[in-house]
């Protein structure tokens, strides 16, 4: 008797614990209303990545865009409309978030797999960032659901919240922590330039300019591709393999060889507690893994709106 009202008051703290910490989300929320509605985005996504394998870090960037404005809404996706403009032409969106035409794809399967427009745009980001991480060798973590999508987007947002590649370690970690994460969520979120590729317009400023924390080939490597001036758009991976979730992020670090400021600021050689983790990152996969995973679920509980509040989009470039 006593053993099992301890359990049901364990039971009950617990609950208000999940409950506190991730608001309504839960990993099970389409099973009644649409089994096929996971599946059906992980054969998508695997097919975009398949065709160009670039898409799964373009995937995943999109998530944590979303995330980083407003919560993980699906606001990023929202078209300018005469009431308000939107996320896309921001300045860290403008000519480089991509991936919209496989998010529509990847929302039209699913309309027809459960047979209505039950899943939200933002829960859609949310899964299709953890099948690209997969997909691309990386390890899998349970994505909570039930998200739903706004129906307003502001440009002025974007500009605010997402952090330039030009910050300094002190100002990416007041970034994060404006948004609810910590250290390790910065750390071990940045393991996700494991995957894709950067502008020469945003690391110009790096490989002729800190000679001093940049390995010296590394940096001519990246001269011959980016040149003082001119070529904004040429693209160099942000770590040595752009299409596998490996480790390689945090080693390159470690040597002095992280394409954008932002990234060498987490490894200075210093003894900083970001540098004892990406240190640790770099020979222990497996504890990248978790804690990317767990970082991920945190990112992906930012400000959802749930229950009443929002709508699911029939198509995710236009509110209802
Ligand atoms: C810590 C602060 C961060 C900064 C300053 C930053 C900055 C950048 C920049 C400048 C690019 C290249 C954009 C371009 O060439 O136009 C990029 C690419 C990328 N970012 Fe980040 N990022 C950060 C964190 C994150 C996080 C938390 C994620 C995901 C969890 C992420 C995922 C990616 C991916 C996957 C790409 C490659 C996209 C592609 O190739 O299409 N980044 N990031
Ligand atoms: C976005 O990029 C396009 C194409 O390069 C450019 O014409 C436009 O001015 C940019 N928009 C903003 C707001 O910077
Ligand atoms: C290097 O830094 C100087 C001074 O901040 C700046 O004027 C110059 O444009 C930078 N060079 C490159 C190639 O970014």
Redesign the pocket.
Known sequence: MAATQLFITYFAMISAIMLSAFGELSVDFYDEVCPQALPTIKVMVEEAIALEP?MG??L??L??HDCFVNGCDGSILLDDTPDFIGEKTAA?NN?????FDVIDQIKAAVNLACLGNVVSCADILAVA?RDSVVALGGGSYDVLLGRRDTTTASRDAANTNI???L?DLPD?IA??ESHGLGLVD?VA??G??S?????C??FRNRIYNETSTIDGDFAASLQAVCPPSGDDDK?AP?DES?VSFDTAYYQDLVESRGL?H?DQQLFKGDGSLAGELVQKYSGNRDAFWADFGTA?IR?GNLSPLTGSDGEIRENCRVAN
Do not use: D, Q, W, Y
Request: no cysteine.
């Open positions: 670039r870090a373009s995943v960037r998530h944590f860290p000519n480089s978030v991509r991936g960032a952090p330039s590649p910050l990416l970034n994060f910065l979120l940045s996700a330039h995957l894709g590729f950067s502008r317009l945003l693209l942000l752009p954008l932002s991920m990112m």
